[in-house]
């Protein structure tokens, strides 16, 4: 599964954490998961929400993905 997100509030996080939690019992289970949760190089507020449901995924595979910020694409148009 692919997650860009960009912004979420604390209502989201909850839900964030049941679906993990599901896909975590899944991966228990024998089923393949991968998460890549993608975030802008800019971002800490998302990479620390990714390191923080990292952490409790064990059987499934979670990675956190650095992507290019956005800012960073229009600084080179100058």
Do not use: H, Q
Request: charged residues 35%; hydrophobic residues 40%; aromatic residues 18%.
């Amino acid at each position: 599964m692919e997650l860009e997100l960009f912004y979420f509030n604390s209502s989201s996080a909850k839900f964030f954490f049941d679906f993990f939690e599901f896909f975590e019992e899944k991966a228990e289970s024998g089923v393949a998961v991968s998460v890549n949760w993608n975030y802008r190089l800019d971002d800490d507020t998302m990479l620390e929400a990714g390191e923080d449901f990292a952490e409790d995924m064990i059987k499934c595979k979670f990675e956190l993905v650095e992507m290019p910020s956005e800012s960073g694409a229009d600084a080179e148009d100058e």
